[in-house]
Structure formats: C-alpha cells, structure tokens
C-alpha cells in the first residue's frame, strides 16, 4: 500500500482510528467520534485536522512544550546533529552530549554527573537502581527502602507505579515491586484531613515523613524521591518550612534526596528548577519533558559526585559500576535540541517572563476565585497553576469529578486547551491546571482565564 498523502485528512484520520492505540484514553468514543488530529502548531497555537485553531494552555497536553511551537532553530540543530552523527550507544560519548553536559551542570551548582535516557519514567527508574545497588554495595543490602509521597507522579513503569501516590493510575497494575513506601502529601488547603491543620503545617507535614522513617526504621531507608511541586497530583506548591525541614531530615538519617523535575525542570516555575527556590541540596534530580521542550526524545538522571564515586570505590570488583543502559540514551537528537532549547530560554529572557506572567496568572485565578464560589483555592509556581474546585467553600468538599471535566472540554469548543486532574486520586481530581509556554502573554492568560470564567459559568451557573 502507498504512504498516505498527509494533505488527506480524511483517511489520516481513518489510519489513526483504524490502527493508534492512544495514550490517557478509552477507545469507545471513537466508534462515534472522530480521533483529534493536531495537524499543525506556531507560538503558543495549535491546529487540528478541522482547521480548528486552539490556545495551548498545557503545553503540548503533557507539560512539554516550554518554548512553544514551530521553532526552527531547534528543527535546524537536530538536522543539522542527525546527519553529522545521529547515534552511536552511550558507552561512548558524542559532542552534543558533552556540550549539554557542560551547560546544564552549570544551572546546577553541586551536583555533576548527567546519565541520559529517553523518558521521565526511564529516568527516575536509574535513579532507583543506583539507589538500590548503593544499598547492596555500602549498606549489606539493608537500605533499600525509597519514600514517595501521596499524589506525587514519577512515571509509566511498575517499579514508577511503585512509587506512584495516585491510587487510579496504579489501579489494575499489581503487584508491585516491594520497597517502596507512602508518605503523606504535603497539601495544605486539606491539612484539615491529615488533622495537621494550623500554625508551621509546612514543618509539620514534613515531621510527618520523618514518623514514617521512624516507623519503618532509618537504616532500611535509601531514598526520598519527592516532586518539586506536586503536578498531576493536584499541582501542590510545598508550604513556607517544608522543604528546609525535608532536607534536615534527610541528613540526619543519611538518606539520599531524588528530586523529580519531569514536570517543573528547565523553566516551569521561573527557575531552572523547581527545588532551586527552596535552598536544599538534592543528590538525584531527574529531568525530561522541558529538556527539550518536545523536539526530541531526552532524560537525564543527574547526581552529585558523592554519589558517582559510591560506584567505583573497588576496581577489582567485575560490577563495581551501574551496569545500565538507555538505548535511546545513545541518540544525538536529544542534547542538540536541548542546548537549542536551553539558548533559547536564555536570549529571550524566558525565567523572568515565566515569574512575571506566573504573578499575573495566579491574579487572574485569584480573580476568578472571587467571582466563583467554586473556586475553593489557588495555587501555583511560575506557569505552572491550580485552580481547586469545590462543592462547598465551608466544608471544601470537592466538585463533581464530572463537572470538571465538563469545564475543560468547553474550553475546548471555545478554542482553549486546559488540563485538570483526571483519573489519579480517587474523590480529589478536581483541580484545573494550567502550564502555558514560558513565552506567554497577558493577552494569552487572558484568553485562557476568559475561557475558564465563561465554562465555570455554563457549567456551575
């Protein structure tokens, strides 16, 4: 059969009905409904197959289109990598990967090993490994133990759904692999729930990770894998105290801090990173959707050199190193579009529009808040944002799962993309998200925020 012409719409959309199995989505509907194409996309816009033009208000649906649409420089980097040298395995090095390297070790002040992979799944996975061979090699195999926190999201593969604080996402995957322990989320609006409301609940949320350490024993504790600020779980900014008190605790019982910066890593909440406005000093922080802004595949599990040197202390022993490989890890695709990616945020000054629109942003919500009673809280960091909705302001009982699902598929028919939390934590997926492009605009946020008070009023009235 010939290819087919991509200027047919019609039978592309036949091909992907007939053959893609899509990602986040029950199939049943596309008996009666077509599958959505996005055929095109420029700046912060996005065309379907209908030539229904649409205001990205997440991102590439995921978290993952930083610098927006349609940049040629990125497109002209990869081309111009893939056809000098488009891959070769990572056991031996290429001259992007050791330029991106280089640059990104240099937004992160003591830490200094990057190790690539392909995914953010992928990469908090070598981030367990290197944990657990830590154990088995310093510890006698007793600290083994990796800590994650309720509503925090690492990843698609089971040792991730181990480590997953969102009951549906896991729902249906079990058993898992063993060794992976909850702590309690760190979300204050519902501090009520966790009978931690009132003054340092910051201090105390964290005082709560240390009870679990208590309880489970500090010598069979390896790490404490944390987001930054919690995303699909509820996009959960940690409160005034948290953070400082995390780091303390890790310290004082020798457990290895793993930062995960899928989400908020190269410029989401107007820093490199999101731990970078908290002082603490992780020993993994593991990166990827912004990396590259969606241009290519790219992950980087990153460590201090205490740990690089845990793994060649004994040059006799035959596994004395992460015996480990990414095949993909190999691709050159990746670092070139990431140092392209990473020049742009610098020349264009993206850190400091993402605070600036991040402040106007987080008004707009606040706005919205007081004209609608449903808005129970908003929250965010940077461009990356969170409007909770619920039934009751007083009881802050939480809005109809369904009903917050209607908000986003009209501002869908208005020609605006948003997110909400959707299928994760059972009885709490009522939080819009938003996470446009650092290039936002005021007039972008106000389309997003016109979108939301007008869908907020069909749907609640």
């Not at 039978?11 to 095109?40: C, G, M």
């Not at 009520?192 to 309880?215: C, K, M, S, T």
């Not at 605009?441 to 389309?447: E, R």
């Amino acid at each position: 059969m010939d290819n087919l012409n991509p200027n047919d719409l019609s039978a592309i959309v036949e091909a992907d009905r007939a053959h893609i199995w899509h990602h986040l989505l029950p199939h049943k509907q596309f008996e009666t409904t077509d599958p959505r194409i996005i055929v095109e996309g420029k700046g912060m816009r996005v065309w379907d197959q209908n030539g229904k033009e649409h205001l990205d208000g997440v991102s590439g649906g995921v978290w993952t289109v930083n610098v927006g649409y349609g940049r040629v420089e990125i497109a002209d980097a990869v081309h111009a990598q893939l056809v000098k040298m488009n891959y070769f395995a990572q056991t031996a090095g290429s001259i992007p990967g050791s330029q991106f390297a280089e640059k990104l070790i240099s937004k992160m002040p003591g830490l200094t090993r990057v190790y690539y992979a392909n995914s953010g799944s992928e990469a908090n996975e070598k981030a367990f490994k290197m944990v657990r061979q830590i154990s088995a090699r310093h510890h006698g195999g007793k600290k083994y133990k990796i800590l994650y926190r309720h509503r925090d999201y690492h990843g698609t593969t089971i040792a991730c759904l181990s480590a997953g604080g969102q009951e549906q996402r896991n729902a249906q995957y079990g058993p898992f692999t063993p060794g992976f322990v909850a702590v309690p989320h760190c979300l204050e609006y519902r501090a009520h729930e966790q009978g931690l409301a009132g003054d340092d609940y910051g201090v105390r949320a964290a005082d709560a990770i240390e009870e679990v350490i208590l309880r489970e024993g500090p010598d069979t504790i390896g790490a404490l894998c944390l987001e930054p600020v919690t995303a699909g779980g509820g996009v959960i900014v940690p409160p005034k105290g948290y953070w400082e008190r995390v780091q303390e605790i890790c310290t004082k019982y020798d457990i290895l801090l793993h930062i995960d910066e899928v989400v908020c890593g190269v410029g989401r909440t107007g820093t490199w990173f999101g731990y970078q406005h908290y002082g603490v000093k992780p020993d993994f922080v593991t990166m990827a959707k912004g990396v590259a802004s969606g241009y290519a595949a790219i992950s980087c599990c990153v460590t201090s050199e205490r740990v690089f040197e845990m793994f060649k202390d004994d040059p006799t022993d035959p596994l004395h190193f992460f015996r480990d490989i990414s095949t993909f890890g190999g691709c050159t695709s990746g670092p070139a579009a990431a140092l392209a990616n990473i020049k742009i945020i610098e020349d264009e000054g993206l850190l400091e529009n993402t605070t600036r629109m991040g402040e106007y942003m987080l008004d707009q919500l606040a706005a919205l808040q007081e004209k609608h009673a449903v808005i129970g809280h908003v929250r965010g960091k940077g461009l990356f944002l969170g409007a909770e909705l619920v039934a009751d302001r007083t009881t802050k009982e939480p809005a109809d799962e369904k009903k917050v699902q209607a908000v986003v598929a009209d501002c869908m028919q208005q020609g605006v993309i948003i997110g909400a939390t959707n299928r994760s934590v059972p009885g709490y997926n009522n939080t819009l998200c938003f996470s446009p492009a650092l290039i936002s605009t005021k007039d972008d946020l106000n389309q997003i925020a016109d979108a939301v008070d007008k869908a907020l009023t069909r749907v609640f009235g």
